[in-house]
């Protein structure tokens, strides 16, 4: 089994700044990539950035030049920087991290913009 835990969401002024973590634990022994989805009200969840094993990484139109997803390999971990947030990022935003060909969800953290 694998475990995701996730934090670093909140309450964030329009133009301000999040940070967004994860980090994996348990019967890790492949990681092939780490990404974030985010699912609004009324909404499907959808990919916002991904970050593959090489190092290859994808991004939402809406989160490029806006947000940036790292991971530290050590720690198992992926981070995902967003500047410049707007109204339209409020969210719960999920940690989905695939082991082998398994996807693995976090629990969701709630990101909300609002002045």
């Known amino acids: 089994q694998v475990q995701l835990v996730e934090s670093g969401g909140g309450l964030v002024q329009p133009g301000g700044s999040l940070r967004l973590s994860c980090a994996a634990s348990g019967r890790i022994f492949n990681i092939y990539a780490m990404g974030w989805y985010r699912q609004a009200p009324g909404n499907q969840r959808e990919l916002v950035a991904q970050?593959?094993?090489?190092?290859?990484?994808t991004y939402a139109d809406s989160a490029k030049g806006r947000f940036t997803i790292s991971r530290d390999n050590a720690k198992n971990a992926v981070n995902l920087q967003m500047n410049s947030l707007k109204p339209e990022d409020t969210a719960v935003y999920y940690c989905?991290?695939?082991?082998?060909?398994?996807?693995?969800w976090g629990q969701g953290t709630q990101v909300t913009v609002s002045s």
């Open positions: 970050i593959t094993s090489g190092d290859t990484t």
């Open positions: 989905r991290v695939i082991v082998d060909t398994r996807a693995y």
